[in-house]
């Protein structure tokens, strides 16, 4: 068991382009978070999902943001026409289902909107 | 006013020292985490608490559901406990996470 994995690790782009993120959680954990930080500041939700179904999205996710988990393993999070504003880090995090479990979370990936 | 505040938000000690950070929150939870991050993102999960007391080694957590208050202790204090300790709440009926903002800690040999 590796852990949570995310890739990329750093994301340098233009205002404008879209980006995607992939984050693997562990194996047989069924529920998966993504969360946003900002420098200084502690994460904020972005949306979760239990297996497939995503089951709660932020009002900070525009329409700009779309997050899939098309087989309740792996999930993606895209940001289309990226803004600098958008500049921060992505984090993503794991749970084996019930209230009560440990949270893991990746090491994040960043992204840097110039 | 953040629904999860950390204080204080910057400490500094001396290696040996005995640490104390706090958090107090104004909804109803579920449970209550702390959290490690260190330098470059990577965060650690140290602790989860729905009443009493829990200990890990030199790390100590307690909680006051009646008071929505929890502190974080760190006894002997040592440079690599240096990091930014978060809490962060669990509200009920939602299985998404309400964060504090973080205490930076940095411990000096």
């Known amino acids: 068991d590796t852990g949570v994995s995310q890739d990329p690790r750093h994301k340098i782009t233009k205002r404008g382009q879209n980006v995607t993120f992939r984050c693997d959680p562990i194996s047989e954990h069924n529920r998966l978070y993504w969360y946003r930080q900002t420098l200084g500041q502690g994460p904020e939700f972005l949306t979760y999902f239990q297996n497939e179904a995503q089951l709660e999205k932020s009002r900070l996710l525009s329409d700009r943001f779309s997050a899939e988990r098309p087989k309740g393993s792996f999930s993606t999070l895209e940001i289309q026409r990226t803004e600098q504003g958008d500049s921060a880090m992505y984090l993503c995090?794991?749970?084996?289902?019930?209230?009560?479990?440990?949270?893991?979370f990746g090491e994040g990936s960043w992204l840097t909107v110039v | 006013k953040n629904e999860v505040e950390q204080s204080p938000q910057n400490l500094t000690a001396q290696e040996g020292e005995f640490i104390t950070i706090n958090c107090s929150y104004s909804?109803?939870?579920?449970?209550l985490h702390w959290l490690q991050q260190h330098p470059g993102g990577g965060i650690v999960s140290l602790f989860m608490l729905s009443s009493g007391k829990k200990k890990h080694g030199r790390l100590i957590a307690t909680i006051n559901i009646q008071e929505k208050h929890s502190s974080l202790h760190i006894t002997a204090s040592h440079p690599r406990d240096s990091a930014v300790y978060i809490c962060a709440v669990r509200a009920y009926n939602t299985d998404k996470l309400i964060f504090g903002t973080g205490t930076r800690l940095q411990v000096f040999p």
């Open positions: 909804v109803g939870i579920s449970a």
């Open positions: 995090a794991s749970s084996l289902g019930q209230e009560g479990n440990t949270i893991y």
